[in-house]
């Protein structure tokens, strides 16, 4: 089931990576990272920085098992760069389907949606109302030119 997350569905399974940090299963992430590095189109810089991450936690893991404070701080600062390798796998690699790209568009910018749907409604009736000015406008031209055309050649209309 992993490897067929890691070659197809690349967002689910960083997703399945998420979840692990969220629990503090960090082990299991950077495990499931490492399966993710096998895939034949990532590139070395993203291969190293998953290597680096599994070294940099290997060797917490060893401080704490001989009796060495690993301090909170370092350990935050731990998960924010396994978090950044997240982010970074997932700006890299995570080809979203049309689906997908149109629920998180509908999610993330429903706001600006809405906003450019009445600012589109405004421009509408903004248009109709010059529309219908220019008209009134050139029905009050063409009416003027009419009387001026029937009083020039003295035109009688009754």
Known sequence: MIDFLVENNTSLFLKKVRKCISKGESEKAIELLIQFSSRKDIDKNACNHILLISNQFESMKHREMKGLNVSYAEKNDFTKRLLDLVNYLQE?????????????????NFK??????????ISMVTLVAILIGA??????IIGVLAVILFWKFDIDIS
């Open 92 to 108: 890299n690699f995570v080809v979203e389907s049309n689906d997908d790209f149109v629920r998180n568009v509908d999610k993330s």
């Open 112 to 121: 600006n949606m809405q906003r450019l749907g009445i600012y589109t409604g």
């Open 135 to 140: 008209n009134i406008i050139l029905s009050i």
